[in-house]
């Protein structure tokens, strides 16, 4: 199925890249996140399990449990603090 990727602060700046459409078997955010993981490099950095990363499905913050359907956006967001 195809989604659209959506990165935001940091991780767009360790990707290099806001966006991009992916061809996936993923079915879950977990296993796109994996997927993503994956590819080594920058993503695996970025990604990686146990790094606290947040994920939108369709505008939404879910968790990584929930279920991916074709067309879907998924948002990346790493922790945010402030002072």
């Not at 659209?4 to 700046?13: G, K, T, V």
């Not at 993503?36 to 879910?62: E, I, K």
């Amino acid at each position: 199925m195809k989604v659209q990727l959506r990165y935001f602060a940091s991780i767009r700046e360790a990707l290099g890249t806001g966006s991009e459409s992916l061809d996936t078997q993923a079915s879950t955010l977990a296993s796109l996140r994996a997927e993503l993981v994956a590819r080594g490099g920058a993503y695996a950095d970025a990604l990686a399990p146990g790094l606290s990363v947040r994920v939108a499905l369709n505008q939404t913050m879910s968790d990584e449990t929930a279920a991916l359907t074709e067309g879907a956006e998924i948002g990346f967001f790493p922790p945010v603090t402030g002072g």
